[in-house]
Structures are given as structure tokens and as C-alpha cells.
């Protein structure tokens, strides 16, 4: 389980979002960052087990610095108010379909998929769907799955109208408007502070790897 001191910092962070706070509880983060590695460590040993990309990763190739990149944003707050991590074939920089876990108080959540690929990618995805639509329908109802994931595929910033070479007629056409292919698990503090976090996250990590490996197929890795 993650530390009530973590959830507690991010709290504080997000109230006092400038340098001079940050600075002054600077070992607080530090222990805050200790706990979040030390959990994603477990989450690597525990998931590797089923995915063996997974397995040879560690936490600096999964986790996400806590400093905002604020040059192109109106929004000059310089520190994220939440800790992350996404376990991928080849690490966080390598854009392949993945498995993320995201800790902010009141808005924790795991999941993942493969979050708005450029066109190539994308278009890979789209064919592998229509091509194989029977596989992709029965993992997406798979009974663990849908447990997991009762909300189903983010149909946030779909297309209106079909992409090019498809048209509406198409049984798969629902999923072939999809810009990006994700699903996300809610999860309380409570839950996060919880003995069972750690199975709450490989459960459902391991439910969702036909997923991941059907989008990592499309993409040719």
C-alpha cells in the first residue's frame, strides 16, 4: 500500500503549488517519491510474472518527474499534484501500448491502453480492429475485463464522421472513430492506503493484458 504521508504531501502540494513551499518540504517529497518507486517495484515484480516485458523494468523507466513543463501553458504551477506511472515494453518513453496507474487524492486510478497515437500508429490500430473485430469484442468482454473496467473504452474526442477508407456501414465503426484506446479503474484513498492495493493493481493489470498485447500487435512490437 502507498502512505498516508504520500496522499497527505500531494494534498498539501496542491494548496501550496509554488517554489518556496516545495523547497521548504523538500524531504517530504523525497520520502513521498521513496514510497511511490518503492510500491511501483512491487508492481513490476508482481506483474512481471504475467508480462514479460514487464519484468526487466525499473521504477526511474516507469515513474514521471513531479516538475511541470510550463513553457507552452497558461497554467504556470510548478509542480504536478499527482505521482504516476506507466509500465510499457521499453519504458515510459517509448510510445507502446501500456499499463499506467495514476495517485492523486480523490483521483486515483489504474488502467491504460494506448492514448492518441500519431496517424501511423493509429491507422495500424484501426486495421488490426476491423481485420480481427470477432478477437477484439471478446476481449473486450472478457468477464474480468468488464469487471475491471464496467465503463468500457474512453469514447472522449471520437470522430464525428468515419475516417478515411471506412464508412458507417462497418461493424466495427464505433471503435474505428476511436482516437485513442484506454480504459481506467477508479480507485478510492481509502482503497489506495489499503492493504490489498498492491493485488487491487496487479488484478487489474492482468486482467487487461490481452488488451495491451492486441494494440502492441497492431503496432508490430
Not at 26 to 50: C, H, N, P, W
Not at 114 to 122: F, G, R, T, V, Y
Not at 186 to 214: C, G, H, N
Amino acid at each position: 500500500m502507498l502512505q498516508n504521508s504520500t496522499l497527505k504531501f500531494l494534498k498539501d502540494l496542491k494548496k501550496n503549488n509554488n517554489k518556496p513551499w516545495f523547497e521548504k518540504n523538500k524531504s517530504v517529497y523525497l520520502d513521498a517519491k521513496e514510497d511511490m518507486d518503492r510500491f511501483v517495484e512491487q508492481v513490476i515484480e508482481g506483474f512481471g510474472k504475467t508480462d514479460g516485458n514487464i519484468a526487466t523494468l525499473q521504477p526511474k523507466d516507469c515513474t514521471y518527474r513531479i516538475y511541470r513543463d510550463v513553457r507552452f501553458s497558461q497554467d504556470k504551477t510548478p509542480y504536478k499534484t499527482h505521482m504516476g506511472a506507466y509500465l510499457n515494453k521499453g519504458g515510459k518513453k517509448v510510445p507502446t501500448a501500456g499499463y499506467y496507474m495514476h495517485i492523486e487524492p480523490g483521483k486515483s486510478m489504474a488502467g491504460g491502453g494506448l492514448w492518441m497515437p500519431q496517424a501511423p500508429e493509429l491507422n495500424k490500430v484501426r486495421q488490426e480492429i476491423d481485420y480481427s473485430l470477432t478477437e477484439w469484442t471478446k476481449l473486450l468482454g472478457e468477464k474480468n475485463f468488464k469487471k475491471n473496467f464496467a465503463g468500457g473504452l474512453d469514447r472522449e474526442g471520437m470522430l464525428s464522421r468515419p475516417p478515411k477508407g471506412y464508412d458507417d456501414a462497418n461493424p466495427a465503426i464505433g471503435y474505428l472513430k476511436m482516437k485513442s484506446f484506454i480504459v481506467t479503474r477508479d480507485f478510492t484513498d481509502a482503497e489506495v492506503q489499503s492493504k490489498t492495493f498492491l493485488k487491487e493493481i496487479l488484478k487489474t493489470f492482468i486482467s487487461m493484458t490481452a488488451f495491451v498485447q492486441f494494440l502492441n500487435r497492431a503496432l508490430d512490437v
